[in-house]
């Protein structure tokens, strides 16, 4: 959940970084993922990062305390979001960037105001309930249009105008045919659903930016700008760029990384691919193909654990399931995404003939390991805490916690010469963060270790206080568009509550699905990548899933299998043209067409369409039901097998180069793979082993001649 770049005006703490900074504002200047951003400077850009800082103060002190009632923090996280909003984002591009306008500050300041009405005149809004005062209304409509504006500026039209039909329909549906009309509702009766209460604006995509998610993109930001990503590349160049095609397995494994503490596939590609894109053009892949593999990577971060997108803390939430439970369903898929994504890469560097960096060229990764291993504690400490019953909220707080501890302890220990007395700093900032988690181990010890390395971080570092401050700050500004979007998704959900609606989609699936189970995905899946074309992920997961994903656990699909399958298409749909951010953004780093990006991402990720298929079939690959160690090797074996015979057939080239004839039985095995039936496996079992002992016959039948020559 990451940014690519750092909080306009705000330098980066080193030349190695400001030099990546720099480069993604470039970046950024061609392909903006959320809108046109103002480029403050002054007392602007000192009032916008105070703001920014509240607002990640606030967070932490709610996720530390909980000093507010549920609806008052949400309507007070309501409140940052919009004021922030306006503040950087302008009414139009073509306005001036440079200044906030009068107006914005006007509505930044009404925005927030309104976002603390439910905090003052809580206990009047319980008594009342049901019957709102003019005042409730006129509140409660005023922040439903801010909302709108400031989710247009962020957003773009698209998920305004499909949350506006669906406002619409609340208020104007009994007027329509029979089959999807309702009995008709009250203006006052609407607004006091979507803004006065839980089952709107303020509903449980809200609860869950206000609490999981602003953690987890605040864990991100302080990994981000302790060096991280730096890390990552590192291992990455150092465990593959010297393969066939290693500039590209290094794009796959590199964004792989990021994926664990980023949800955001267009921000890996913008901050990951200023890398990995230059270098797989600089080794012969073409530009299309270079910003295809960076897209299709960067867009797996979204189900890679620990750190998902933020539909899965969304899913968490709906389900009423540990975050745990989410993590452990996505594992498989996530890693089976990657492998399509590497396998592809293999392929096309072995029909191109491309070749890997020259060793000598490649870090070593286990040195960059050695000098950067404190970066890896933090997603350790936070995988530990998610599987050991702790909560994603604690989990995130202590990760977070622990980041800032670090950050001061590599400044302390940058200034200690002798390794051995640098090895006791390491031990002491460990036992002091183990007494901040609430270990136990050797409280007296910790706590003052811990005391010493913020009092010496301190001391004289400028730089790590800018640390520090530039990923508070940055965090809450890369929290801007995920929550505007959980919000405004309340007006769907609070109409679909109101009225009912979604039943009947459900019914049209649940019928499709008496027919064909298959069918009833297909439709699924179409609806998602639609729905994909203009809107984000989140409110993609959300429309789909209170629609679609009652009507599969109907029809007999587990119920996070349901929504993971939903989740991952809605995924997909950004790699998806016509409107594929992921392919945009890497567009404007590989300096070609965002389509010709698009199709190619969507041709490397074709293997992985076939994933949550097999997931519905055999839910086993998601790990539920009554699973087995050697039942799920055997589901894990079969999807291999199936995506390496995807990639042979739609690549056309696996030891040799394929002819269309010789694709054929290698994607019919596939198909045959994907079902869980028995006939169906021992099909495509026998059609993957003729494909393959025809092709090594073949690949022996060439090498023979060569080896005679």
């Known amino acids: 959940m990451t940014s690519p770049h750092a909080l306009p005006g705000l330098a980066p703490e080193s030349s190695d970084r400001a030099g990546r900074a720099d480069h993604a504002d470039g970046a950024a200047e061609e392909f903006n993922e959320h809108g046109t951003q103002r480029k403050l400077g002054g007392w602007a850009l000192k009032t916008f990062t105070a703001i920014c800082l509240a607002f990640s103060t606030y967070q932490l002190v709610v996720a530390a305390f909980h000093p507010l009632s549920s609806l008052a923090t949400r309507s007070l996280h309501v409140g940052f979001l919009l004021a922030l909003t306006f503040l950087l984002y302008p009414w139009s591009k073509h306005g001036k960037l440079n200044r906030i306008a009068p107006l914005d500050a006007v509505l930044a300041l009404v925005s927030f105001t309104l976002g603390t009405y439910h905090w003052v005149f809580e206990a009047d809004l319980i008594q009342r309930s049901g019957d709102p005062s003019t005042t409730d209304l006129v509140v409660g409509a005023a922040l439903v249009v801010l909302l709108f504006e400031a989710a247009r500026r962020i957003l773009g039209l698209a998920l305004p105008l499909v949350c506006a039909s669906f406002l619409a329909y609340g208020f104007f549906g009994q007027y329509l045919p029979e089959v999807v009309a309702h009995r008709g509702y009250g203006f006052d009766q609407i607004v006091n659903q979507l803004a006065l209460g839980t089952e709107g604006i303020f509903g449980i995509p809200t609860l869950v930016s206000a609490t999981y998610i602003f953690l987890f993109i605040l864990f991100g930001a302080f990994l981000e700008h302790a060096g991280m990503i730096h890390l990552f590349n590192s291992l990455a160049l150092g465990l593959v760029g010297h393969a066939k095609g290693g500039p590209a397995k290094v794009a796959v494994i590199s964004s792989g990384f990021m994926g664990t503490i980023s949800g955001s596939g267009v921000a890996n590609v913008l901050t990951v691919g200023q890398f990995t894109i230059p270098l797989m053009k600089r080794f012969g892949y073409s530009s299309v193909f270079a910003g295809a593999v960076e ?76 000098e950067n291993w404190y970066l890896v504690l933090p997603l350790a400490v936070l995988v530990y805490m998610l599987f050991h019953g702790f909560t994603p909220m604690f989990s995130g707080m202590m990760g977070l916690a622990l980041t800032a501890i670090l950050i001061l302890g590599a400044a302390v220990a940058a200034r200690i010469s002798h390794q051995a007395f640098r090895y006791v700093f390491w031990l002491a900032c460990g036992l002091g963060a183990a007494t901040f988690i609430e270990w136990g181990i050797v409280p007296v010890l ?10 010496i971080g301190l001391k004289g570092g400028g730089k790590t206080l800018h640390t520090l401050k530039l990923s508070l700050a940055d965090g ?48 699924t899946m179409i609806v998602c990548l639609i729905l994909g074309m203009g809107i984000p992920t989140i409110p993609n997961y959300i429309i789909t899933s209170s629609i679609a994903a009652p009507a599969l656990l109907k029809l007999g ?56 298929y097999m997931a519905v079939y055999d839910p086993l690959l998601m790990l539920q039901g009554d699973w087995t160690v050697l039942g799920v090797a055997y589901i894990v074996a079969k999807a291999l097998l199936a995506i390496g015979l995807w990639g042979a057939a739609a690549v056309g080239y696996l030891w040799q180069p394929l002819s269309w004839p010789a694709r054929l039985p290698a994607a019919l095995g596939a198909g045959f793979l994907v079902a869980a039936a028995p006939i169906t496996d021992d099909i495509g079992f026998v059609l993957a082993a003729a494909f393959l002992a025809w092709q090594a016959l073949r690949r022996r039948g060439q090498s023979a001649p060569a080896a005679a020559g």
């Open 557 to 612: 699909v587990p119920l996070i299998v349901s929504h993971m399958f939903v989740f991952y298409f809605g995924i997909m749909a950004d790699l998806t043209p016509p409107v594929a951010l992921a392919a945009f953004a890497a567009a404007s780093i590989a300096k070609d067409s965002p389509m010709k990006i698009g199709f190619k991402a969507t041709q490397i990720a074709i293997a992985g369409f076939v994933v949550p």
């Open 446 to 455: 910790g706590t003052i270790a811990l005391l010493v390395a913020v009092v």
């Open 295 to 370: 897209a299709t990577s960067s867009m797996g971060g979204q189900i890679m654990p620990p750190v998902m997108g933020a539909v899965a803390f969304i899913m968490a939430e709906t389900l009423n399931v540990p975050y745990a439970e989410i993590v452990k369903a996505a594992v498989i898929p996530a890693l089976l995404y990657y492998f399509t994504a590497f396998w592809m890469v293999h392929l096309e560097a072995g029909r191109k003939g491309l070749f890997g960096l020259p060793k000598d060229q490649c870090p070593n990764p286990w040195r960059a390991l050695k």
């Open 476 to 523: 809450a500004r890369q929290a801007l568009p995920v929550g505007v979007a959980c919000a405004i998704v309340g007006v769907i959900i609070g109409v679909l509550t109101l009225t009912g609606a979604a039943s009947s989609f459900a019914g049209f699936i649940l019928h499709v699905g008496e027919q064909s189970l298959f069918l009833s995905l297909v439709l």
